[in-house]
C-alpha cells in the first residue's frame, strides 16, 4: 500500500513530484500518475513538435531536480508515489502521436507494460542508477521502448 506522506499536500515539490496528487492513490501510484498525465498530452499534442520535445526536455531536466529534492526530503529512494517520472515517460511515449483517446489509452498501455516488466537496459538503470536521474531515466527509458511501439504500430496501420 501507498503511503503518500502529508507534505506532498502543501509543498509544491512534493506536489509536483507526486503527480499533482496522483501519486497519493493508495494502489497502483504509477499507473494512477499515468492516467494523470494523458490530460497534459492532449494539451501538449497542439504544439508544434519542436516545442512539445522542449516542454518534454524542460520536464525531464526539472524532474530530476524535484524528484531528488523529494526523495531527499523523504528519506526514501524514488518513494512509489513520485510519479512525475510517470508523467515524463508517457510524454515521450505519445511525442509525434497525433491526439485520440484509441491513441492515448493505447499508449498508455504500451508505456506501463515497459515500465512494469522494465527489459534491458531499463531494469539495469533502475537498479543502478541513483539520485533524481536514476528516478527519470529508467521512465525515459520506458518511454522510449514505448514510442518504438507506438510509431511502428501507426506506420503499419
Do not use: Q
Not at 531536480?65 to 510524454?91: A, M, N
Amino acid at each position: 500500500m501507498n503511503r503518500a506522506p502529508a507534505s506532498i499536500w502543501h509543498r509544491p515539490t512534493h506536489f509536483l513530484a507526486f503527480g499533482m496528487g496522483s501519486g497519493a492513490a493508495p494502489f497502483a501510484p504509477g499507473t494512477f500518475g499515468t492516467l494523470a498525465a494523458i490530460p497534459f498530452y492532449w494539451l501538449l499534442s497542439e504544439l508544434p513538435l519542436s516545442w512539445y520535445w522542449g516542454v518534454i526536455t524542460v520536464a525531464f531536466v526539472w524532474g530530476v531536480w524535484i524528484c531528488e529534492k523529494t526523495s531527499r526530503d523523504l528519506g526514501v529512494h524514488d518513494h512509489s508515489g513520485i510519479v512525475w517520472d510517470e508523467f515524463v515517460g508517457y510524454w515521450i511515449t505519445m511525442a509525434a502521436v497525433p491526439f485520440s483517446w484509441e491513441a492515448a489509452l493505447w499508449g498508455f498501455a504500451v508505456f506501463r507494460v515497459f515500465d512494469v516488466i522494465k527489459p534491458w537496459p531499463i531494469r539495469w538503470a533502475d537498479r543502478r542508477v541513483a539520485g533524481g536521474f536514476g528516478i527519470m531515466i529508467d521512465d525515459v527509458l520506458a518511454g522510449i521502448y514505448a514510442w518504438s511501439i507506438m510509431h511502428l504500430w501507426f506506420w503499419l496501420h
